[in-house]
């Protein structure tokens, strides 16, 4: 057994350096970074919808889509912040498949990792200059967290990576707001040691350096369901799992509790019309719980795209999840402006 070294790729400043970003862009993104801060720090009230594809699989009818969100935005700018996803490493739970824009530019054509970390940063750039609206990606691997780092306003950690150490601990270096998730076993004392973790300081090795993180003040939890031993799908978004989770932040004494719930994933049995149905009834427990569950659950995370459904790369249908099912744009639209009348 062994591994071939293909070739060094430039490290992220290198990388930035080749592709700085203007004035603009930097400008919108502090504007934004603070608006989303002030949310999950309770200074705003205003609701956080992180929305969007699976995964990033066609530049394209990507940007197509945070255009249509743009849009829509402009209604509801005075009660929603709305994050677009642009999640451009995709785990896979046995390692097969497409693993995303970062390994695969093109899904149809072999996997290029250094053009892929170009075109990742390209994208996500130009989601910023065209809609003037940040985004959110999903930290799969640790050390390429820095080619983005100047262009994200918020991190998700998946449930298969919660637990690992190097996630925790590069999240609490980590300059924009970090979702933890729940593993996939449900387990919330693993998801709050994780949240514990990123918010506190540390001393740790990364990219062949010898780091000091401050803290990430604005970790937090990321509900998204669970499965037992069975593979049998258990939700937590119901109102005695948002209020459970609301006590373990009171019991652990944690900085900005919040929470996002995940509508898809282990919620929704990936059943993603069902995502409609599970925002109201988080909105429903918030109502019904003001001073504890509407406080701390701060917004939704929504798998939506252009097309309903999913398919196979071969089918080359435009806006389309290639990996799993998402909510059409009609839907979607439909969806955030009635999350916007419900708050």
Not at 81 to 107: A, S, W
């Amino acid at each position: 057994m062994s591994m071939t070294f293909n070739r060094k790729h430039p490290i992220p400043k290198e990388i930035k350096e080749m592709y700085p970003l203007s004035d603009e862009i930097k400008a919108v993104k502090a504007e934004r970074d603070r608006e989303i801060a002030d949310v999950l720090s309770g200074k705003s009230n205003k609701f956080i919808l992180i929305i969007g594809p699976c995964s990033a699989d066609n530049e394209d009818s990507v940007i197509d889509y945070i255009g249509r969100l743009a849009r829509v935005n402009e209604q509801v700018k005075d009660k929603l912040v709305i994050i677009p996803r642009i999640y451009t490493g995709k785990p896979r739970t046995n390692g097969m498949g497409y693993k995303g824009m970062l390994h695969q530019p093109d899904p149809a054509k072999p996997e290029d990792m250094l053009e892929g970390i170009i075109k990742i940063r390209e994208l996500h750039a130009r989601a910023i200059k065209e809609t003037h609206l940040t985004c959110a990606d999903e930290m799969l691997y640790t050390e390429n967290y820095r080619y983005l780092s100047d262009l994200l306003s918020y991190v998700a950690i998946g449930a298969r990576s919660v637990e690992d150490q190097q996630h925790r601990l590069v999240a609490s270096g980590m300059e924009c707001p970090v979702g933890m998730k729940n593993p996939t076993s449900g387990t919330l004392s693993v998801m709050f040691n994780s949240i514990q973790a990123a918010q506190a300081k540390h001393t740790f090795i990364y990219r062949g350096w010898e780091v000091v993180s401050d803290g990430n003040p604005l970790a937090h939890a990321i509900l998204r369901g669970a499965q037992n031993k069975h593979g049998q799908t258990i939700p937590n978004y119901h109102f005695e799992d948002l209020k459970l989770c609301c006590d373990m932040y009171s019991e652990k004494g944690l900085q900005n509790p919040a929470i996002i719930v995940d509508t898809n994933h282990s919620n929704s049995g990936k059943l993603y019309l069902e995502q409609v149905r599970i925002a109201k009834e988080v909105l429903h427990s918030m109502r019904h719980s003001p001073d504890t569950v509407g406080k701390t659950v701060k917004g939704l995370m929504i798998e939506s795209y252009i097309e309903d459904g999913c398919q196979k790369i071969e089918e080359g249908v435009y806006g389309k999840s290639i990996t799993d099912p998402c909510l059409g744009w009609e839907k979607s639209e439909k969806l955030i402006l009635e999350i916007a009348d419900l708050l």
